[in-house]
C-alpha cells in the first residue's frame, strides 16, 4: 500500500456535501502549516450556510514558497460535491466573495468532487476561462481540479489519507479525533507546570523550531504521557497532519514510514506509543531520510540501560503527576472535605485520579472517621473491606474477578455465571451496576463491562482471592466457554504477586496438574493457558517446559505444531527472568533442534537472538549463556553443531534487533533488564569467548567448519567498529580456505580492515595484510586465473576513478598474453568456459587477438559445452575477427554450424549483426538444430538493431513459430525497436504485428504489447475488441484495469462504444465452463460502463431479457450521491427487477475498506441518505431500503468494533 495513488478519484466523487468540505478543510490546514504558511493565514467555512460571500475558504499564500497549487498572495476557494452544470459554475463563480478576491489581484480555486475523465475535465475548464474572459480576469488565476487531481493532493498527508469519510485507514493508525474518543482518555485534563510546558515545547518542535526530526516523551507507565502529547497535538494546525499509533512494535509502523519516506511530496507527524529506544533508533533512520517531510514524537518508559544517552539529547523526562494536582482534582470533585481525608484518597490512589475520587467519595459518606483511623488504611483492598458497603464491593469483585466480563444480550450469561458462584443476587448486582456505571468505575465497551481504574479492579479481585483462597479457581468450571475463562487467567497472571493466586497457578502447573505430556501442551488453548500463567508463576511454567519440551525427543517435537507458538511466546517472556532465562532457553533450543517453522520469529531465531550482545532479551551476562552453546559444539549431532554456529554467529552480529518491551503485559511487572556490555573490557572478554569458539570450529573440513569459516569472516566489520581488528588478522592468517569463494570472502575482509581501520594500522599489521593477500590465491597461474576472471571484489570496482573494472579487466589480459607465450592446461581452459570465469569476456578476447595461429580454438571448441552461455569461444572469436577479420569469424562459424550447431549460434548472437550471420541463425533453426525459441536471445544487446526491416521480418516470422509464452516478448522487443528506428516500416509490418498482438501477453510483461496495440487499436477498434475479448477464454485470464489489454479495450470502446459494447455483452452473457462472462465481468466493473452512453446500454438490456439489466446493474457505478446516471437510469428503467436493486446496492458496499468497518457503513450510508434527496420517486424508495438496512448493520458493527479495542 502506498500513499501515492491511495486514494484516488471515485473516492473523493463519493463524498457528500459535509464529507468534502471537512476533508478539503483539513487538507488546506495541512498543506498550509506543513509548508510553514501561518494559521491567520487560512479562513475556512464550516457549514454551507456560513456568511462567507460564497467562498469555503480564503488562503494568503506567502510570497517565496512556490506551490503547484496554491499561487502566491490571496486564494479564494470553493468545494462543490457532485457534478457540475454551466450555471452552477457561473453562480458560483460570481459569488459575492469569489468576485471580490479577484477583484484584489487575488486567485480563485474550484474544488469539484466529481471525477471527470480529461475530456470531460478540459471542457469545464474551457468553461471557466470563458467566465474569466467575460470578466476581463487572466485566466491563469482561476483554475479548477477535479475528483483525482484531488486525490493527489490529499495523498500528500496521510493524516488526511485516513479521516473516516474517505475510508482509507492506514493499519496501525488512527486521526487525532479518532484518538480523541479513547475512553482512557476521557478524565478532566490537569496539567501541571511540567506538563505545559512540555507541551510548549512540543509544539516549538511541531513548528520547526529545534531542528531535529526526532523528540522522546518518556516517563513511568500510567503517569500520562500519552494524554499529555494529545494535548499537545490537538491544537488546529497541528492535528491535521499528525497520526497515532498506540504499538511502536508494530510491522505497520515501519511500512508507514519507508512508505511516506519514499514519497518525495509526502509528510507527516507520527506520535508513537510505546517505543523503546531500540525501536526509536530504526524509526529515525525513515524520518532523518525524508528532509525534514517525517517529524516523529516517540513515547515509552524510561531506557534502564542508558538512561543519559548522549545521541538521544531530545528526550524530555515527564514525572508522575504530583500529589497536589491529584488533590486539586480530588477537591474539585468531591467538594468540601476533611483533609486528613483527601489526603487518604490521594495516598492511595499512586497517581489514579479516577481512584482517588473513588476513595474520597466513599471516604466523604462516612462522615467523622476519624484521622487515626484514616491513617491505617494500608492499601486501596484494606479500603474496600472496611469502607464499601458489601453490595458495592461484591458487585465490583464480581467485575474484577476477570479482566472483562459480559453483561449485555447473549454475553449477560458470564456475570450470571460469576455472580451464582459467588452467590451473589442479580436484582442487587444489577442496582449496583447502574452505580458504578454512573460513577465511571464500570466501563462498558460493547456488550462487555470492566473496572477503572485497574489498581481498584486488582484491588477487588486480590480481596476476593483471600475470601476464597486458592478455591476460587474453580469458577472456571462455571463460566461459559473460553473467552471468559481466557479473562480470568488473565487477571490472575496480573496478580501473581497475591499469594493465594500464585498458590492456584502453582496447583494448576503442577506435575499432576493440567500439563502431564507434549499432547496437553500441543492445544491451542492450552497452551495459551500457559503463556498467560507464565506471568503469575515464570519458574512454574520454566518447570513445566523444562519437563514436557527440553526433555522430548526430536520426533515428538517435529510433529508439535498447534501449540508451538504460544510455548514459543511462552519461551520468549521466560528468558527475561533472571531465574528461567537460561531453562527456557533449554527448552528453546529443543524446539529449534526440531524446528517445522519457516518464519523469522522461529525457534531457530529465537535461540540465536538469545546470544546476541546487546539485544538478547536475556538478563545473563553472554558467558553464562554461552554454556548452551559448549553443550552443542560437544554433541557427535551435525544439526546440533551446526546450531551451535549460528548461536555463535548471532554474538557477532554489527547489527542486532529484537521485538518486544520492556515490562510484561500480562503482569504489568517490568523485566530484569537485558545483560549489555558495560567497558569495553566486558565486550572485548565476550567477543573473544565466540571467536575462540569458532576458531576451534573452523579447523575442519565439514559443513559445520565451512560455516563457522563463514561466520569469522563475516564478522570482521563488527570487530573493525569494536577495536578488534587485530583479532581478525589472527584468525584470517589461521583459516585454510577450502575452494575459491572463500578465498574472495578472506580478500574482501583483508582489504575492509585495510580500507576502514586505515591509518590506525600498525606497520606490523599492515605488512601482514600484505602478505595474507598475496597468499589466499597463489602465485600460479590456475589461482591468478581464478582470481582475475572469477566473480569480482567490490573492491576490484573503481568508484573513485570512475573506471569501473577496467584495472581488473588488465589483470585478465595479461593471462591471456602469459597463456599464449606459456600455454594453458586442458584444466584451466574447462573452467575458462564454465560459469565461474563471470569474466572471461577481456580474457577471451585479448587470447583471440594474441593467437595468431588460431593454434588454441579447436581446444577451445572442444572445452565448451553445448549452450548459449560460451562466452569464452565467442569472445576469443572477436578477438580473432579484430585480428584476422569478420570474414574469418564467419568462416569459422559456418564450418562450426555443422558439427555445434548451439556453439554457432551463440557466437553468432554475442558478435557483430551481419546477413551472413542472420542466414547462419535461420539455416539452423529450419534444420531443426535449433528451437525456434532461442531466436529470443537476440532480442538482448541490440543484435537486430542493424538489420533492415525485410530482414526483420524473416527473423520475426521464424521466431513466432515456437512456443507463444516464450516467444511473445521477445518478438515485442524486437519490433518496437525496429519501428522505433524505422518508423516507417510500420505500414510493412502491420499483418505482423496485427498477428503478435492476438497471442495474450503474460501479466506485468504486457508493457510492450500495450505500445503495439496503442499504435494499432484506432485503425480497427473492433478487431482490438475481439483480441483483447479472446484472452478472456483462458481460464487464468483475469486483468485489472491498469494492465496494457484493459486499456486496449477501454482505447477500443472509446472509439467505437456500440459495437464493442454489443461484443463485450456477449461476452458477459457466456455462461460456459471458462466462466468467461464471469471474468470479464469482473475485470471490467465500474469503470467500464461510463464509456456506454446510457440508452445503448438499457437498448442492450431490453434487448437481452431477462439477464441484460442485472449484467448491467452490476457493472455501473453506485458509489457516489447524488447516484450516478446509469445506476438512475438502469432503476428507473427496470424497477421492479429485484437482482438490478441487489446489484445496485452491492456496488454500494463493494470496493477496498481498511480500518473498522463502521467507517465504511457510515460512509456508504451518508452515500444512500444523499440518494434519498434524488426527484425520481423510484431512486428515493430504493434509497430507504438501503438506508434501513444500513442502519441496523452500522449499529451491530460498533457494539462489535468496541468489544475489540478492549
Known sequence: MSFVGLVIGSDVEQLGAEALRKVLNTLVVAEATAAGCPLGNVDISARDNDPDGG??????????????????????????SGKLTKRLLTDEFNKRGVQE??????????????DYVPRQADKWRAELKKLCRKKRIKAGRCKVLFGSQIARWICRHPAVVIMPELRKDFPGFVTVSRWLLHPQLQNPWKPDAQRAELIERIRSFLR???????????????????????????EQGIAERVVYTPNGDDQNVTDFLARAQAAPTVGAIAVVDECDRDRQETLKAYADLSEGRLKLICIGTADLLSPGAPELSNTWAMAPLSDEKVREVVNDAIGTAPKELVDTAVRLASGFVKLAIFVATHLKRQSNIPAVELARIDDVKHFLKSFVDDRTRRALQVFSVLSQVGWEEALVQEAEAI??????????????????????????????????????????????????GPDLIKIVDSLPGPKPRRELLKRMAAMGEHARVRQAVESLLDEDGLFKTLADLDDEFRSEMLRILSSAVPGKAAEVLERIIAKGSKDELLGFERGRRNVMWTIETLVRWPETSLSAARSLRALALAENENIGNNATGIFCQFFHMYLSGSPLPLLERLTLVDELLESPDENSRILAVKALTAGLQHHESRMGGEVDHLSGRPYTPEWRPKTYGELWEARRAVLNRLRLVAGGDDTVAAEARKALVGSVFTLIRDGLWVDGINFLEELQPQDDEERRQILEAINRIERDVGERLSEEEKQRLKTLSGQVFDNSFSNRLRRWVGRRLHSDYDLVGKTGYQAADREAAKLAEEAVEAGISDSDLAWLASPEAQHVWAFGRRLGECDRDSALLDRIVSASTDDVNCVLLASYLNGQAGEKGEGFREDMLDRLASSRPLLAFASTWRGSASARGLDRILRLVNQGSVPPEMLGFLSYGGWTNSLS?????????????????????PTLRILLALIQREPES?????????????????????????????RMVREDPERMARIVLSFFQDEDFLPIQGDTTIQALATATQKEPGKCWELVGAALLDEGEAHRGFRLSLAIKGWYVELIPSDILISWARNHLPRGPSIVADLVIARAAPMPERARAVLISFPDDERVKSRIAGNLRSGLSVGPYSNRLKSDLEIAKGWAHDPHPRIRAFAVEVIKQLEAELLRHLIIEQEEEL
Do not use: C
Open 101 to 114: 478576491t479577484l477583484k484584489r489581484g487575488g486567485s480563485y480555486l474550484l474544488l469539484v468532487g466529481h
Open 949 to 969: 526491416s525485410e530482414e526483420v521480418i524473416r527473423l520475426l516470422e521464424a521466431l513466432l513459430k515456437g512456443e507463444p509464452n516464450k516467444v511473445l516478448d
Open 986 to 1014: 510500420l505500414e510493412k509490418l502491420r499483418p505482423l504485428i496485427w498477428k503478435v498482438l492476438e497471442m495474450k501477453p503474460r501479466r506485468q510483461w504486457d508493457l510492450e504489447w500495450g505500445q503495439l496495440a496503442e
Open 208 to 234: 520547526g523550531e529545534l531542528h531535529v526530526s526526532v523528540i522522546r516523551v518518556q516517563g513511568q507507565a500510567g503517569i500520562g504521557k500519552t494524554r499529555m502529547v494529545l494535548e499537545a497535538v490537538k
Open 55 to 80: 467562498v469555503d475558504a480564503r488562503i494568503r499564500w506567502p510570497a517565496g514558497s512556490p506551490h503547484d497549487i496554491l499561487p502566491d498572495g490571496e486564494t479564494a476557494l470553493q468545494y462543490k
Open 419 to 468: 455472580a451464582n458462584f459467588l452467590a451473589v443476587p442479580l436484582p442487587e448486582l444489577r442496582a449496583s451496576v447502574r452505580a458504578l456505571r454512573d460513577r465511571g468505575i464500570l466501563i462498558p465497551r460493547g456488550r462487555y463491562l470492566y473496572v477503572s481504574p485497574e489498581l481498584l479492579a486488582i484491588s477487588a479481585a486480590a480481596e476476593l482471592w483471600d475470601e476464597w
